[in-house]
């Protein structure tokens, strides 16, 4: 079946310090993947995606890239601030199947002034 | 549009009780979905649709029911509340194409079941 993997925080990062989380998956199929974002008190939200190999979702200063050989899709950002504390989810979704995602279990990340 | 709407945003139950979290979406998208969010459980699939009349089970489906009979609408009832059933609701639409998975997500509905 399928599977995501992420790393357990919570992370903890000064202002501007350089960002990893890293997610691997396990698919049956050839999945797209997504990283999505819940601010405190929110619903989910999509931060990117990547459709096929080698592709790189990016936005807000935020990249990953769709590493098929490592069936990874770490997410990266150069300069965190304050404003991007929240809790990242890694998907996948497998479009040979039923196209509904499989979410990681989260990682919470908080940035410190 | 108003995209993905649920209410109630917070419900308390007591042991037993029934009640129907209510989620709404105004895009046409085929697919609807609902997960429960725990702590260090990430997000867990309830149920699922894929269109207007077809429903199937997630991951967790016991103790709930859901039904589908219009595209916009996809209520999640609980038969008979339980302490375990204490948790985050979240409702998610999305498109049913190559490419157009992004799910979007509704607010969250709170439910403390006592």
């Known amino acids: 079946g399928n599977s995501v993997t992420q790393m357990e925080g919570p992370v903890t990062l000064s202002e501007e310090a350089f960002l990893t989380i890293n997610c691997t998956y396990t698919?049956?199929?050839?999945?797209?993947l997504f990283w999505y974002v819940q601010y405190p008190g929110e619903g989910l939200q999509l931060l990117l995606k990547a459709t096929k190999a080698d592709d790189k979702g990016s936005n807000k200063g935020f990249e990953a890239t769709y590493r098929k050989e490592t069936t990874s899709f770490h997410l990266e950002k150069g300069s965190v601030q304050v404003s991007d504390s929240a809790v990242y989810f890694c998907a996948l979704s497998d479009r040979g199947g039923s196209y509904i995602p499989t979410f990681g279990r989260g990682t919470s990340l908080i940035v410190h002034p | 549009n108003a995209g993905v709407t649920q209410t109630p945003k917070f419900q308390v139950l007591k042991t037993g009780q029934s009640m129907t979290l209510q989620c709404a979406q105004d895009?046409?998208?085929?697919?609807m979905s609902w997960y429960r969010q725990d702590p260090g459980m990430g997000l867990r699939l309830i149920h699922y649709?894929?269109?207007?009349?077809?429903?199937d089970q997630g991951e967790v489906p016991n103790g709930y029911n859901v039904s589908r009979s219009t595209t916009e609408d996809f209520p999640l009832r609980l038969l008979s509340a339980a302490p375990s059933q204490t948790s985050v609701y979240f409702c998610?639409?999305?498109?049913?194409?190559?490419?157009?998975?992004?799910?979007?997500f509704g607010p969250g509905t709170r439910l403390l079941v006592l």
């Open positions: 698919a049956t199929g050839y999945p797209s």
């Open positions: 998610a639409s999305s498109y049913l194409h190559r490419d157009q998975e992004t799910q979007y």
């Open positions: 649709s894929v269109g207007a009349g077809i429903t």
């Open positions: 895009m046409n998208h085929e697919y």
